[in-house]
């Protein structure tokens, strides 16, 4: 039997505005306290609001800032559902020009080998980016809620834990966190479109410290030829 439960809608609502405040400074939970164990079944359905119906072609600017320095430029992620993304992007004139195919939670290629590590340090953290959540591993504890368009769900393993928290309508949110023995991995936030497109994504790693920011210039629907998701050769 499928679990719902259901909260007072305007204070999870406040608590999510809360949550996606903190996105932007100090770290804070995504989870409300209120959220309770759900089956697996319950999260599969939350997930699967989250992946697009058909591939789609996302092109975007990209600026990665940390105390040192700054660079940026343009790229594209081509998301072929449920789980595959092949993501270029270059500075410049070319510079620094890099590429990956991503399968799931695994590489299946990049160039340079430490293409997607250098820009983001956790796949979930990378797919959420592009407004899709991941499903909890085997074994995962999982607890969560919804109430009216907002629902937030956590994946944990010990002192590991997932958690996202998602809005919808005209202008909806994505929020994902990432967390290892207790401390922050990273923090993303996606602002989607009513179709649930990313319009703009910031990747915050607070170990740096270092944000990633894409603004989304146009999501289509597309066909991919096969060879794009095999390595270039030289």
């Known amino acids: 039997m499928r679990q719902r439960f259901f909260v007072d809608r305007g204070a999870l609502v406040a608590y999510l505005a809360l949550a996606l405040s903190a996105c932007r400074g100090a770290p804070g939970t995504v989870l409300p306290a209120a959220a309770t164990p759900v089956g697996r079944e319950q999260v599969r359905e939350w997930v699967a609001a989250t992946v697009p119906a058909e591939q789609r072609l996302h092109r975007f600017k990209w600026l990665f800032q940390d105390e040192r320095s700054s660079a940026g430029g343009r790229g594209s992620a081509r998301v072929a559902p449920p789980d595959s ?116 994504a910031r990747l915050v790693v607070p170990s740096v410290p270092a944000k990633l920011d894409l603004t989304f210039l146009s999501t289509a629907p597309a066909v991919f030829a096969p060879e794009i998701w095999t390595a270039r050769t030289p």
């Open 85 to 200: 993304l092949r993501f270029d992007a270059a500075g410049p004139f070319g510079a620094g020009a890099a590429a990956a195919v991503v399968i799931g939670d695994r590489p299946l290629w990049a160039e340079p080998p430490d293409a997607v590590r250098k820009l983001v340090p956790n796949y979930p953290l990378m797919w959420a980016m592009f407004g899709v959540a991941r499903l909890p591993e085997s074994g995962d504890s999982l607890r969560g809620l919804s109430a009216g368009t907002v629902t937030a769900w956590q994946y944990a393993h010990g002192a590991d834990t997932v958690e996202y928290a998602r809005t919808g309508g005209t202008e909806g949110k994505l929020v994902a966190e990432v967390r290892r023995a207790g401390k922050v991995v990273g923090r993303a936030e996606t602002t989607l479109d009513s179709a649930g497109a990313p319009l703009a």
